[in-house]
């Protein structure tokens, strides 16, 4: 079960972290990833990072703004988001899976989604 937390509404230029807290004893051995969904689009992948945090990957649209990195003894993976943009406002939902993708099909569990509003 994940649960992912941190949401808000923000100013342009401001950051926000989000955090996906897992359940369960094999945390460790997923990837997890960071998906978002804003209204009338399709759910786009945003980070990614593997089981022992060793590897990381990014969407063109947040690189040099978002750090994902993950806590396996807290089994939480977390999404340090800078300079926001008003076109970052989107449904941000956490993901696990046994392979690190930009697909959302290749992750087999998915938590709740965060509300991110970015104002300009």
């Known amino acids: 079960q994940l649960q992912a937390s941190g949401g808000g509404l923000v100013q342009a230029g401001g950051s926000l972290r989000l955090s996906c807290a897992a359940s369960g004893r094999t945390f460790s051995s997923y990837f997890m990833g960071w998906f978002r969904q804003a209204p009338g689009k399709e759910r786009e992948f945003v980070a990614a990072?593997?089981?022992?945090?060793?590897?990381?990957y990014y969407a063109g649209s947040v690189k040099g703004r978002v750090t994902i990195s993950r806590d396996n003894a807290k089994n939480t993976v977390y999404l340090q988001m800078n300079s926001l943009k008003p076109e970052d406002t989107a449904v941000y939902y956490c993901?696990?899976?046994?392979?690190?993708?930009?697909?959302?099909?290749?992750?087999?569990?998915w938590g709740r989604g965060t509300q991110v509003t970015v104002s300009s």
């Open positions: 993901a696990a899976g046994p392979r690190g993708s930009t697909d959302a099909r290749a992750y087999d569990y």
């Open positions: 990072i593997s089981g022992d945090g060793s590897g990381t």
